[in-house]
């Protein structure tokens, strides 16, 4: 039996509302597809292409270097496993509290994470755009970027606001940003852009 058709028995024979565990217990998928969990429905979106990697390697080295300037207490990662009590999301982008994330880690608690961010893909837009801010909101996690690759690179800066997020920048260029008022972010899209052309 190939890796496929275990993914697909599994995914296929499942005949209750998924959990957190279920989800995590799945073979990883031979495309490299990534499942996530809403309130016992699983989602799937294809892996991400090149133009996604390169964008979130890029912002996570300058979210990086920006953690380690402040010396503030928390980690940065990419496609990163942030769970609630019914809920796993594969974040794009997570900074989280670094008590929340040491070494051998596969999930952080939402409540750990002080921002997400979600890198948009024509396969993936409904989920980032809606769904997600939305969900991330309920959790309270303080900060949540929504990265847009068309028709140029932005990013889309929401601080929370009670109990939705308020849309405070739009970074197109250089700015600093302030993440929740724990660090700050000097954000280089030209740089991004050199990626994503070189």
């Given at each position: 039996?190939?890796?496929?058709s275990?993914?697909?028995?599994?995914?296929?024979d499942h005949?209750?509302?998924w959990?957190?565990?279920?989800?995590l217990a799945?073979?990883?998928?031979?495309?490299?597809?990534?499942?996530?969990?809403?309130?016992?429905?699983?989602?799937?979106?294809?892996?991400?292409?090149?133009?996604?990697?390169?964008?979130?390697?890029?912002?996570?080295?300058?979210?990086?270097?920006?953690?380690?300037r402040s010396?503030?207490?928390?980690?940065?990662?990419?496609?990163?496993?942030?769970?609630?009590?019914?809920?796993?999301?594969?974040?794009?982008?997570?900074?989280?509290?670094r008590?929340?994330?040491?070494?051998?880690?596969?999930?952080v608690?939402?409540e750990?994470a002080?921002l997400?961010?979600?890198?948009?893909?024509?396969?993936?837009r409904?989920?980032?755009?809606?769904?997600?801010?939305v969900?991330?909101?309920?959790?309270?996690v303080?900060?949540?970027?929504?990265?847009?690759?068309?028709?140029?690179?932005?990013?889309?800066?929401?601080?929370?606001?009670?109990?939705?997020?308020?849309?405070?920048?739009?970074?197109?260029?250089?700015?600093?940003?302030?993440?929740?008022?724990v660090f700050?972010?000097?954000?280089?899209l030209?740089?991004v852009?050199?990626?994503?052309?070189?």
């Amino acid at each position: 039996m190939t890796i496929m058709s275990v993914a697909e028995t599994r995914v296929d024979d499942h005949e209750r509302p998924w959990t957190v565990e279920d989800v995590l217990a799945l073979p990883e998928h031979p495309a490299r597809a990534r499942f996530e969990l809403v309130d016992g429905v699983l989602m799937m979106s294809p892996a991400p292409d090149w133009d996604h990697q390169t964008v979130s390697s890029e912002l996570h080295s300058q979210i990086k270097a920006a953690l380690a300037r402040s010396g503030a207490p928390f980690r940065s990662g990419e496609a990163v496993n942030v769970t609630g009590e019914s809920r796993l999301f594969i974040s794009d982008i997570a900074v989280v509290d670094r008590a929340a994330a040491p070494r051998g880690t596969l999930t952080v608690p939402l409540e750990a994470a002080v921002l997400l961010g979600e890198i948009v893909s024509p396969s993936n837009r409904a989920a980032d755009r809606v769904l997600k801010p939305v969900l991330y909101a309920q959790a309270k996690v303080p900060a949540f970027w929504r990265v847009e690759l068309e028709p140029d690179v932005r990013v889309v800066v929401h601080e929370l606001d009670g109990a939705t997020y308020r849309e405070v920048a739009t970074v197109t260029e250089k700015q600093s940003v302030d993440v929740a008022g724990v660090f700050t972010v000097d954000l280089d899209l030209d740089a991004v852009r050199r990626e994503l052309e070189g």
